[in-house]
């Protein structure tokens, strides 16, 4: 029987360290469904300590995750811990993931500690963890970059006081598999017969994340922390879906399993990329969307032949469907739910809703719908709660020979509010006309990009932007088979990412930078 490998999902608190991948409070609850329902292990919800907003946003997320054990990080200080506990302990399967540096160079320059003050500090944190939960896990923040005979003196400590997860941070991203394999060996064999998990915590800095946690595995590790579609701090953390997808495929070497649903890691995924605005590259492994697509004729030939001759993996398997959903316009809501479902997402009844009524006006410009709609449907439209700026009608004339110009109305608090604005193209006079008609005359367009997301001149466009307002960035997304709609869409989207986070244009205090 293959070993259990625990899935520790931190897209929702190292993911979220991502520059740019600030995520509202609705985005992070919904994310956190989607994750209980993939199957992962355990859901890292935030640091509580961070911000009055961090932590209430960690409550909602403990209060909705049901099958999953949802956790919360905490320096070794009695402030964060308590902080920490409160935002999960009325949760299903609360953990508490207690953290402190242990490489000389963070000792020294970070916090101003002898090594002696670090394993008191260890002592006192995961003791006083301990007393609240026997859930508790202990990371050794630049695991990698400590002295080994230090770190298995601290992991010792750590053991000694209460945890049952001893995490290895590669926290820059600088160990190579054969490395950590040693380091891994060495604190099982100090952990001996005690009941300890060991974790492995993997960053991409020299694109071995993934290469390392399967190296930690192989030693003996059963978690691994990741995130899906390895986003994370600076290059990111080990993708979950590779991981994932590596202990599948090649069981017969790892001899270990997971308890993930594979068949939703495309859904999560594109839930992810379109909270985040972070989009996924063609080509990367298992979620790219070239990641199945056979290009030479003599590949094509061997597949179309014999699968496996290319594939040693079926894009079915990890959720890409290529079936064209045969629901038009009289077609009802139970049929798309099923769709949906089938696809990997698990929506409540207002956020369906959303979606149907989305669907519904789609059928009525596209007759044929197909998966891609469907995904770009769901990111769009279940965005929950009520919404300061909605974009009721566009109109805009532009073209070779006239300065473009565009007629705007919004709802601002329910108040509808009509503007004009004119540009250089369509999109900056319709940019001009919703900054006039929201009153946020410093909203500034950063980044822009737009992508047909079907094949066909009726396809819908998906537009990503990344705006400016008042120094804080905000991203945001939209999609039409207009783009200058799209486009419209995706910034009024950032407007309200806006004003929808919990200190609007305040960077949450990363944990690091605060210790
Ligand atoms: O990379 C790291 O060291 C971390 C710890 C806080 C676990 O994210
Ligand atoms: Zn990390």
């Known amino acids: ?53 961090e932590f209430e946003t960690v409550k909602r997320i403990a209060a909705a995750v049901k099958g999953a054990q949802v956790a919360a990080l905490c320096r070794t200080r009695a402030g964060d811990i308590d902080r920490a506990w409160d935002a999960i302990k009325d949760g299903a399967r609360p953990r508490l993931h207690v953290f402190i540096a242990t490489s000389d160079i963070h000792l020294e320059h970070k916090l101003g500690m002898t090594r002696a003050e670090v394993l008191d500090q260890i002592r006192f944190g995961v003791a006083r963890c301990k007393a609240l939960t026997d859930n508790v896990e202990f990371s050794a923040e ?16 750590a053991i000694e006081s209460g945890a049952r997860v001893l995490n290895v941070p590669d926290t820059v991203g600088y160990t190579m598999p054969e490395e950590y394999t040693a380091l891994v060996s060495a604190i099982k064999e100090l952990i001996g017969d005690r009941d300890v998990i060991i974790s492995a915590h993997c960053h991409d800095d020299l694109g071995l994340a993934v290469a390392n946690s399967l190296a930690a595995i192989k030693a003996g590790a059963r978690q691994v922390e990741c995130c899906v579609n390895g986003i994370g701090e600076r290059a990111g953390n080990a993708a979950l879906e590779e991981l994932v997808m590596a202990l599948r ?34 080509n990367k492994a298992i979620i790219g ?38 629901l038009g316009k009289l077609s009802g809501r139970h049929a798309l739910s099923d769709r949906l479902q089938q696809l990997g997402y698990s929506l409540d009844k207002d956020q369906l809703k959303g979606v149907f009524d989305a669907f519904k006006r789609l059928a009525d410009r596209k007759p044929d719908i197909l998966d891609e ?22 109109q805009t004339a532009s073209g070779s020979d006239i300065v473009a110009t565009s007629t705007v109305t919004l709802r601002v608090d329910g108040d509808p509010r009509t503007a004009d604005g004119s540009g250089d193209g369509p ?89």
């Open 249 to 282: 495929t090649r069981e017969d070497l790892l001899d270990c399993q997971t308890q993930v649903d594979t068949t939703k890691l495309v859904a999560t995924s594109r839930m992810v990329a379109d909270i985040t605005g972070m989009t996924v590259a063609p």
């Open 427 to 515: 999109v900056d006079a319709a940019i001009a006309a919703i900054v006039a008609a929201s009153q946020l005359s410093s909203a500034r367009l950063v980044e822009y990009s737009l992508a047909a997301i079907t094949p066909g001149s009726d396809a819908q466009g998906r537009v990503h932007v990344l705006v400016d307002i008042d120094g804080a960035p905000a991203r945001g997304q939209g999609t039409h088979t207009d783009i200058v709609v799209a486009s419209a869409r995706a910034f009024v989207d950032a407007l309200n990412q806006h004003v929808g986070r919990p200190e609007a244009g305040e960077r949450i205090r990363r944990p690091g930078a605060a210790y």
């Open 142 to 157: 630049d695991a990698t970059r400590s002295d080994p005979a230090f770190l298995l003196q601290a992991f010792d400590v």
């Open 1 to 53: 029987m293959p070993a259990n490998v625990h899935i520790f999902d931190t897209t929702l608190r190292d993911g979220e360290q991502s520059p740019g991948a600030t995520m509202t409070p609705d985005e992070k609850v919904r994310l956190a469904r989607q994750l209980d329902s993939l199957g992962v292990d355990i859901i890292e919800a935030g640091f509580p300590i961070a911000s009055p907003g």
């Open 289 to 326: 969307r070239n990641a199945f697509a056979h290009e030479s004729g003599i590949h094509q030939h061997g597949v179309l032949a014999q699968r496996e001759t290319y594939e040693i993996m079926s894009p079915e398997s990890v959720g890409f469907t290529n079936t064209r959903i045969s």
């Open 373 to 394: 709609d469907l995904h770009a449907l769901v990111g769009a439209t279940t965005a929950d709660g009520a919404q300061r700026f909605e974009l009721t009608t566009i």
